[in-house]
């Protein structure tokens, strides 16, 4: 089974602040998962990454396969990125298959 | 279009009572994954399921849980005789062939 691991756990910053948010993980994967989940909501997929680096708006994720580590990073953050993010990568390694989690970055942005 | 959706959005059930929750995947995703989320434990995999193949059930805590996809569509998930440590929301998400995964709302499970 594989392993991830996030980090921080918790995080606070200030409107405007770059914030970084790490992950690795223990088994060699094809692709890998970053999640949102606000208080009280469901859970929405940000980006599936296998290699390189994706942007979606103020979203950027970045996968390093050969470390086994990736980051999602948000440029100029808003209070209403305030979330939990969640690492996943599939349970066995494999690409279709049920994934396994971090344990999450809980995310405030103060205004 | 339409996303996944769960039914019941909450149950409450008592200690030793059978329950079935539902998934409605998007239409046309050929996999389908149940999960769970509780505060001890985080999110957790249980079961997979892709087209006609046999599921993954690896992730299931007991064999009190089961899951049905009829169809390639539908699916249902059971727990048997439940306990207080059931208690959670119930997550069904479904993807194209290692695609991304949507996520439908989630089940609130309570055993009294």
């Known amino acids: 089974k594989n392993e991830v691991e996030q980090s921080p756990q918790n995080l606070t910053a200030q409107e405007g602040e770059f914030i970084t948010i790490n992950c690795s993980y223990s088994v060699g994967i094809s692709a890998l998962h970053w999640l949102q989940q606000h208080p009280g909501g469901g859970i929405v997929s940000l980006f599936m990454?296998?290699?390189g680096k994706k942007k979606h708006g103020r979203l950027i994720a970045t996968i390093n396969i050969q470390e086994k580590h990736s980051s999602l990073h948000i440029t100029a953050s808003h209070p209403r990125d305030s979330a939990v993010y969640i690492c996943?990568?599939?349970?066995?390694?494999?690409?279709?298959?049920?994934?396994?989690f971090g344990k999450g970055t809980h995310l405030i942005i103060q205004p | 279009g339409a996303g996944v959706s769960q039914s019941p959005s909450n149950k409450v059930t008592e200690k030793g009572k059978d329950v079935e929750l539902r998934c409605d995947p998007i239409?046309?995703?050929?996999?389908l994954y149940w999960y769970r989320q509780s505060l001890g434990q985080g999110l957790e995999f249980l079961i997979y399921f892709q087209g006609n193949s046999a599921p993954d059930k690896s992730g299931l805590p007991s064999d009190r849980f089961s899951a049905e996809r009829t169809g390639g569509s539908v699916s249902t998930l059971t727990i048997q005789r439940t306990q207080q440590e059931d208690s959670a929301v119930y997550l069904c998400?479904?993807?194209?062939?290692?695609?991304?995964?949507?996520f439908g709302p989630g089940t609130r499970l309570t055993v009294t």
């Open positions: 998400a479904s993807s194209l062939l290692r695609g991304e995964q949507y």
């Open positions: 990454l296998s290699s």
């Open positions: 996943a990568v599939p349970w066995s390694g494999g690409g279709a298959d049920g994934l396994t």
């Open positions: 239409s046309g995703h050929t996999a």
